[in-house]
């Protein structure tokens, strides 16, 4: 009789505590979905930006909280340069200057992309390049980067002449004034290939 009232009595507890674990389940995980509000339901992000947390992340080319800048705007226009062979295969290279205007217009059509005409003081041609994005020596890969930063594309062949740009990158100033950068360059001689490191600082005019 005893074992029968014991066994009674656990069979209640566990079921009453059962019972009990489920109603405190219930009633925080409504209290829980309830208490997050969502964060997205005031962002409104422009030009294809995601609401991700209550902040907006922007397509390459696009920045500020909503979304709503260019950032291509700040590279448009003539910019006076000046460059220095910092580093070169042929000695009587380094250390020489170049001074001339170039000038950057975007690529229609594309939020990102840029050509700039007279690069390397070279008037045929235009170079193209591409913001947002820097290069990785390393792996040779473009990646992902902040808004002012820029590549110059990788294997072009300047117009009119034996040279190729191997790769370049740089960054223009948040408001537009002043732009550097780095390239290199490979090109042959009657004597050797000679290979350039070139740094350069550009301001901007017009």
Do not use: H
Not at 27 to 52: F, I, L, M, Q, R
Not at 83 to 102: D, F, H, I, Q, W
Not at 132 to 157: C, F, H, M, W
Request: hydrophobic fraction near 35%.
């Amino acid at each position: 009789m005893m074992n029968r009232f014991r066994r009674l009595a656990l069979t209640t507890f566990l079921t009453t505590m059962a019972l009990f674990t489920s109603v405190v389940y219930v009633a925080c995980n409504k209290e829980s979905k309830s208490a997050v509000p969502d964060s997205c339901a005031n962002v409104t992000c422009k030009n294809g930006g995601d609401c991700v947390q209550g902040k907006c992340m922007c397509l390459n080319g696009f920045e500020e909280s909503d979304c709503g800048k260019r950032s291509i705007e700040r590279m448009i226009g003539k910019w006076k340069v000046e460059e220095t062979t910092v580093g070169s295969s042929a000695m009587p290279n380094r250390g020489t200057k170049r001074l001339y205007t170039m000038t950057i217009a975007e690529i229609a059509g594309s939020n990102v992309s840029f050509t700039v005409s007279n690069f390397m003081d070279k008037g045929t041609g235009d170079i193209k390049g591409d913001i947002g994005l820097s290069y990785n020596l390393i792996t040779k890969t473009y990646e992902r980067d902040v808004p002012t930063a820029y590549v110059i594309k990788d294997n072009q062949t300047v117009a009119g002449t034996y040279i190729t740009i191997l790769s370049g990158s740089g960054e223009v100033d948040q408001f537009g004034y002043t732009l550097n950068g780095r390239y290199y360059t490979v090109y042959p001689t009657d004597t050797a290939t000679v290979r350039d490191t070139i740094n350069f600082i550009a301001s901007y005019i017009n």
